[in-house]
């Protein structure tokens, strides 16, 4: 079956901008984390929601939000870009959600920020 | 919310076993401990978990002793394609998913 899907996979902005992330989950599965990857900082956890609502929540600033639909699709927006915000932005889904659940990652969206 | 410490890097030729400890000392009843590969520009890829003693699938094995302080992944043989960062999370529920870290990169030389 079809792995997780994000899009865009590249794309570039501005600061003061504002941009939207989107993350396609593997058929089935009703929770999707959101990840923000840079070189300095590793893999940051950004928020996860399951069944529409979201369950937990990152050290991120309001700038960054999300949201889930019901069919499981899942976005993130970031507004009034800042430089630091170039980086990976990874989304993960998972059947339930739980620890002996195995995430699976898309191959991310390259968000740079001039 | 369980702390985890791995090595920052570890340096590997081909064929050889590869093993990378991870510290959680402060580990709970109810955490499961799993381990990530990831390659540059990719997402994680799920390696192996577990709870105690060893668990082993056609990847790698995982061995945590009896206090589950510490685990250990052991990649077999290794190939010039095992280069990557390996990640070691330690938690339950969907706790595991907050502590990534900075993961071991081990690189693998021919």
């Known amino acids: 079956k079809a792995g997780v899907t994000q899009t865009p996979r590249y794309l570039i902005k501005t600061r003061g901008q504002q941009v939207t992330l989107s993350c396609s989950p593997i058929?089935?599965?009703?929770?999707v984390s959101w990840y923000q990857q840079t070189p300095g900082q590793g893999l940051q956890f950004l928020f996860e929601?399951?069944?529409?609502?979201?369950?937990n929540k990152g050290n991120f600033p309001g700038r960054f939000s999300g949201r889930q639909f019901s069919n499981s699709r899942s976005e993130m927006n970031v507004s009034t870009l800042e430089l630091g915000d170039s980086a990976l932005y990874l989304c993960?889904?998972?059947?339930?959600?739980?620890?002996?659940?195995?995430?699976?990652f898309g191959e991310g969206s390259r968000l740079t920020v001039l | 919310l369980a702390k985890t410490t791995q090595p920052i890097s570890m340096d590997s030729y081909e064929g050889q076993e590869v093993n990378i400890t991870c510290s959680h000392n402060?580990?709970?009843?109810?955490?499961?401990i799993t381990w990530y590969q990831q390659f540059p520009s990719q997402g994680p890829r799920f390696i192996i978990q577990?709870?105690?003693t060893k668990v082993t699938n056609e990847v790698a094995s995982l061995f945590i002793p009896a206090d589950r302080k510490s685990s250990t992944l052991s990649l077999p043989r290794v190939s010039l394609s095992d280069t990557a960062v390996y990640y070691c999370?330690?938690?339950?529920?969907?706790?595991?998913?907050?502590?990534f870290g900075a993961g071991t990169t081990v690189t693998v030389r021919a």
């Open positions: 993960a889904s998972s059947l339930t959600g739980e620890n002996t659940g195995e995430l699976f």
């Open positions: 058929s089935g599965h009703r929770s």
């Open positions: 929601y399951f069944s529409e609502t979201q369950r």
């Open positions: 402060n580990i709970a009843t109810n955490d499961y």
């Open positions: 577990g709870y105690k």
């Open positions: 999370l330690v938690g339950k529920s969907n706790d595991y998913k907050l502590s």
